[in-house]
């Protein structure tokens, strides 16, 4: 914001913009953080003993949100835990 301004020769510095921002409550939209509890292991907690002997038996996904030019795009993610 403060270069945005200082490009359309407004004399304001950053501590200036964050002030404002915060008497407007504006803030910039961003993808949330991922705050879910990650867990090292492979397989989760429901699939803990199950036997993945065979292809089929055991799917994992993944979603995955990439900012573009005009929004996110979604990437999906499925994989066996067999084959791999």
Do not use: Q
């Amino acid at each position: 914001m403060t270069r945005h301004l200082r490009r359309k020769d407004y004399r304001v510095g950053r501590n200036r913009i964050r002030r404002l921002k915060r008497k407007t409550n504006l803030a910039a939209l961003t993808p949330h953080k991922n705050r879910r509890n990650r867990s090292h292991e492979p397989i989760s907690t429901c699939c803990r003993d199950l036997a993945v002997t065979r292809a089929n038996r055991v799917w994992h996904t993944d979603v995955t949100y990439i900012p573009m030019g005009h929004g996110f795009l979604s990437l999906v993610a499925v994989m066996d835990w067999h084959t791999r």
